[in-house]
T-cell receptor, first 116, second 109 residues
Framework: KAGVTQTPRYLIKTRGQQVTLSCSPISGHRSVSWYQQTPGQGLQFLFE???????NKGNFPGRFSGRQFSNSRSEMNVSTLELGDSALYLC???????????????FGEGSWLTVV | QKEVEQDPGPLSVPEGAIVSLNCTYS??????FMWYRQYSRKGPELLMYTYSSGNKEDGRFTAQVDKSSKYISLFIRDSQPSDSATYLCAMTVTDKLIFGTGTRLQVFP
């Protein structure tokens, strides 16, 4: 069974640019959630999508956005990149979502973003 | 104050030792509790998942939850060098997954 797939794995962007990251969840999983991981702040929740609808959002500025397609694949976009956006961006998938309870949440390998 | 507190370590132990990793939390609404292991430059890997107070065992790993004290623990028996990683506790509440900052564990031969 294929796991959660994130692309690209590594990328370097310049301040002011935008970036789009992609996540393919485990087959059959309808929930995709996104996280930012930095040494200083740890793992922080960005947002969750379930059946193409955003269910919840963390405390991040509007520059961070996402969407989910009918096949459950998800993308997140960061516009007007800042140096502080350099981080590991992780995607996770689950059957019933974060509020579903009784279900497990699986992470991808992440996308390493460096902003210069 | 953070909702979930976790000692960042690093924790360095000899092979074969029993390791205890801990998290405390402040929000009594947390319902489900997880432990993840994360190797360097990899995504977190789910180790244990519990939802009630008490112990849950899986091989060399035991997860313990004490909801009255708002305290969770992960015990690793007979630790191995391959257990060297960062261990993250995580909890769910109202559609969000909140992580501890992670504890770096080093098991030396």
């Amino acid at each position: 069974k294929a796991g959660v797939t994130q692309t690209p794995r590594y990328l370097i962007k310049t301040r002011g640019q935008q970036v789009t990251l992609s996540c393919s969840p485990i087959s059959g999983h309808r929930s995709v959630s996104w996280y930012q991981q930095t040494p200083g702040q740890g793992l922080q929740f960005l947002f969750e999508y379930f059946s193409e609808t955003q269910r919840n959002k963390g405390n991040f500025p509007g520059r961070f956005s996402g969407r989910q397609f009918s096949n459950s694949r998800s993308e997140m976009n960061v516009s007007t990149l800042e140096l502080g956006d350099s981080a590991l961006y992780l995607c996770a998938s689950s059957l019933a979502g974060l509020a579903g309870g009784g279900n497990t949440i699986y992470f991808g390998e992440g996308s390493w973003l460096t902003v210069v | 104050q953070k909702e979930v507190e976790q000692d960042p370590g690093p924790l360095s132990v000899p092979e074969g030792a029993i390791v205890s990793l801990n998290c405390t939390y402040s929000n009594s609404a947390f319902q489900y509790f997880m432990w993840y292991r994360q190797y360097s430059r990899k995504g977190p890997e789910l180790l244990m998942y519990t939802y009630s107070s008490g112990n849950k065992e899986d091989g060399r790993f035991t997860a313990q939850v004490d909801k009255s004290s708002k305290y969770i623990s992960l015990f690793i028996r007979d630790s191995q060098p391959s257990d060297s990683a960062t261990y993250l506790c995580a909890m769910t509440v109202t559609d969000k997954l909140i992580f501890g900052t992670g504890t770096r564990l080093q098991v030396f031969p």
